[in-house]
């Protein structure tokens, strides 16, 4: 049988932790950040509720100088907001009538090191439950590899960040044009498939639950792990994480 | 209900690939070393066929210095046996009577490097699927934390590795006194529970698998997804590896 012009299969492929992100890529990829519980689901919460642009920060140090630029300033370490800052990783508090046209610097434990360790990458997307299917449907207009990068714990494995990246790579690979051949991108799948009808259960027992469990926050969870709450689809353009679908609008 | 001398709990953790063990407390843990296909199989198959010790080396040049010094010598590169040695990393190689009584040096592409990783550990155990069974009974007797280290294929994480790792957790965690609530033990057990009834089957469209096809070694893949084919438990003893059943009966 022969085939003309046969379509190049894009790969999908899964990095389990940033400090793995060098094997990868990722200069001719697009990166996809994962970061559930909470920063890059907050980042979804806050475009939806109308913010600007974000800037993701290292340090709380360098987020103190956007604070005096007049940005809201939002600060977690160690799952715990930071006292004298605006927000902190609670989707809940990137809610309301303050996001609106607001620029927001965020610095949180995994998140943004892992945003910023994607720095490289072609190009760099947020990926959230909560925009699953918007964020599916744009990398699968963008005709281009995709590596889903899982901020994990402190650079090691979480089931959380794993689950969402199965989910995108079960419904780009039911797309005949893409290919995964990568192990940790089966893994992932094969987990997601277990969890998903429910995700709140399959992580009970999970390492970054029982962390957060000390903190009182189980409806932010519940609600983290809720998919397609919001169509956005927060790009990295510069320094400054914006949403894609108001960026092409404007153009 | 009170608990006079409650029995401390043992815990099992899996580290996916030798570049995120510096996050693991390897110092006071049992590491057990797992390359399935194929240098940790091939290690007990050399024990099983009486090699009295097995020293890893990393590079091609200093297995050379042992084969000067009387050494059988196995080597591999990208899955394949090099010229002038004596073994590749075929576990078939590792059977027959010039096994017998001999020194081994070997160096593979995961393998060797995983075991020098793991070199700061309290203990060093090595673990393929077929001594399942023999090297759980041991860390059982063990009284000591453990941790599972998959060698992956180049730092990345690999499925037959996982599934191994998982298959140890599932073992283990069945009797109470051990505990684990790390996410990478969690999902290579789900992988095993979902594997074990076909480990071949389930493995045939990993990365590895099929990066081995083309070596055309499928016996051998299906040889070393068997368990329980030999009660050796090799150990790292100084710079040596050696065969801890031996070793015990000696002393």
Redesign the interface.
């Known amino acids: 049988m022969s085939e003309k012009n046969p379509v190049k299969k894009q790969t999908i492929e899964v990095c ?2 940033p ?2 992100l060098e ?1 990868f890529n990722c200069e001719e990829s697009i990166v996809v950040v994962i970061d559930v519980l909470r920063a890059t689901s907050s980042i979804c919460v806050a475009f939806e509720n109308g913010a600007e642009r974000i800037i993701p920060v290292s340090s709380v140090t360098e987020s103190m100088t956007f604070k005096q630029l007049g940005f809201l300033v939002g600060a977690e370490r160690n799952g715990e907001m930071i006292e004298g800052f605006d927000m902190g990783n609670s989707p809940f508090s990137y809610m309301g009538d303050h996001i609106m046209g607001s620029s927001i610097a965020l610095t949180t434990t995994n998140g943004t090191m892992a945003i910023n360790a994607a720095k490289n990458a072609h190009r760099v997307v947020i990926g959230s439950f909560l925009n699953l299917d918007a964020l599916c449907e744009w990398l699968k207009e963008q005709h281009e590899n995709i590596i889903c990068l899982c901020s994990g ?7 959380e960040d ?1 689950l969402l990246a199965g989910a995108v790579v079960e419904r780009l690979t039911s797309e005949f044009r893409f290919s995964s ?4 991108a ?2 992932a799948r ?2 997601y498939q ?1 969890a998903k009808s429910d995700l709140y259960g399959f992580l009970s ?4 639950r ?1 962390r957060l469990e000390r903190l009182h926050i189980e409806k932010e969870v519940e609600y983290c792990l809720t998919p397609n709450q919001t169509n956005v689809v927060p790009v990295l353009h510069g320094d400054f994480i914006v949403n894609q679908i108001i960026l092409e609008e404007s153009k």
């Open positions: 389990l932790s400090q793995l094997h714990w402190r650079n090691m494995f979480n089931l794993t051949n990568c192990d940790s089966i893994a094969y987990l277990l027992n999970s390492s970054h029982q």
